[in-house]
């Protein structure tokens, strides 16, 4: 599954906006989220993996590779 979608589905399930979430990562990393940004990175598809993985931490869901 594109992590586009995966990122959807998790913000769905915990009822989060992506300007919650934009606001959370810049507080979680010390970097400059917004939501255009935020946004345009799921849009594009252009999600860094570690920002998964911040995304992940942020909304409590583990990634696991199988």
Same mark, same amino acid.
């Given at each position: 599954?594109?992590? $586009?979608?995966?990122?959807? #589905? *998790?913000?769905?399930?915990?009822? *989060?906006? !992506? /300007?919650?979430?934009? =606001?959370?990562?810049?507080?979680? /990393?010390?970097?400059?989220?917004? $939501? $255009?940004?935020?946004?345009?990175? !799921?849009? $594009?598809?252009?999600?860094?993996? @570690?920002?998964?993985? !911040? #995304?992940?931490? #942020?909304? @409590?869901?583990? !990634?696991?590779? =199988?």
């Amino acid at each position: 599954m594109p992590a $586009r979608e995966t990122v959807k #589905i *998790m913000l769905l399930k915990r009822a *989060m906006t !992506i /300007t919650k979430l934009a =606001e959370k990562m810049s507080e979680f /990393t010390g970097q400059k989220y917004t $939501r $255009r940004s935020l946004s345009n990175k !799921i849009s $594009r598809s252009s999600l860094r993996f @570690d920002e998964v993985e !911040i #995304i992940a931490k #942020i909304l @409590d869901f583990k !990634i696991t590779i =199988e």
